[in-house]
Structures are given as C-alpha cells and as structure tokens.
C-alpha cells in the first residue's frame, strides 16, 4: 500500500464532510474544547514565557482560530463533495486524499495546544507544528485544482500556521536554550 493511498484511506467519515454544517462546526467544536481543555495550562506557562516579538495579544487567538476552523471546514466540505460529483477520477482522487491530509493535519492541529502548554514539550511542539505546515501546504495543493474556493479558504490559515511555527520557535529559543536564556 502506497503512502498516498494510506493517507487517502484516512479521512473523517463522508457523512460528515458531505455536510456543510457537520464539516464547519466540528473543527470549530473540537478545536473550542481543547482550547478550553488546555487554558489552565495556558494561564500557568504562558505569563512565564519571554515573547519573541511580533507576537499578537492574548485575545486574538480564540476568534482568530475559530475563523480558521471555521474555513478549514468549510473549505473540507466544498473540496470533498464537488471532488466526489466529478466525472473525472483524478479530479475524485485529489478529493479523497485530500481529506485524508485534512484528517491528519487537523490532529496536527489539535494536538499542538496539549503538548505545549500541557505537556510542556516546546521541542515536540515546534516539530508538530512544523509537519501541521507541511501537510496545510500539501492539501492545498491537493485541493487548490479540485475547488479554487477550497483552496483559497485554507491559504489564511496556512499563513496563520507558518506565524504560528515562527512563535513556537521563538518561545523555544527564548525560554528553553542556554542561548536564547542569556539574551
């Protein structure tokens, strides 16, 4: 069995993803409950940590991550079911992978906030949040020619997760390496 169709075979239930409303909400939902699962984390580690700079206020994160959950889900639902109807099967075949990489890379996504901030593994962190990159670039590649609006929908949270790399990194290098200690 192929990578690719290992991926492929890996998405969320069609049922949910052929909902407009399954497939919106429940990134949104999910990701709401870790966040609030993991905010007496936050609350404890966060206010201890130098800030690298650029880093955006406190209050931005909530309405920042729903808006993408938001669109990533949208975006899951418009790619699967308009690569579904397609009579072309490569067109049907981009679809079906492409929901696998959405799979995966929305536990990519879920499971930053817990090692962070619960697990406090910054390193493990930045290495999660570095394949979370690498597999939001890939699907909108896979999704980009299967539903432009797809596509574009997840190119906002593709920018938000390379700034989001770049802040792990810098809360890795200015509060757990000798180096980034001693500036």
């Known amino acids: 069995m192929a990578f690719t169709d290992f991926i492929a075979g890996f998405g969320l239930p069609a ?11 429940l990134p949104v939902a999910v990701g709401t409950a870790v966040g609030f699962s993991t905010m007496p984390h936050v609350k404890d ?24 959950y938001a669109c ?15 009579p072309n099967l490569a067109v049907r075949d981009r679809a079906l992978l492409g929901a696998g990489v959405y799979s995966l890379q929305l ?5 930053w906030m817990p090692l962070f901030f ?36 997840l190119v906002p949270y593709l920018g938000w997760v390379t700034y989001a790399t770049y802040l792990n990194a810098g809360f890795y290098w200015l509060n757990f390496t000798k180096e980034g200690k001693k500036e």
């Open 107 to 111: 536990i990519l996504n879920l499971a």
């Open 118 to 153: 619960r697990a406090r593994q910054p390193l493990v962190a930045l290495a999660d949040s570095t394949l979370l990159w690498g597999s939001v670039a890939w699907l909108v590649g896979e999704w980009m020619p299967v539903d432009e609006v797809a596509g574009w929908l």
């Open 45 to 68: 580690l966060y206010p201890q940590l130098r800030q690298p700079p650029g880093k955006p206020p406190r209050w931005a994160f909530g309405p920042v991550w729903t808006a993408l």
């Open 15 to 25: 049922t949910i993803l052929a909902n407009p409303w399954l497939s919106t909400l």
């Open 72 to 86: 990533m889900g949208y975006a899951a639902h418009r790619a699967f079911t308009s690569g579904l109807s397609s």
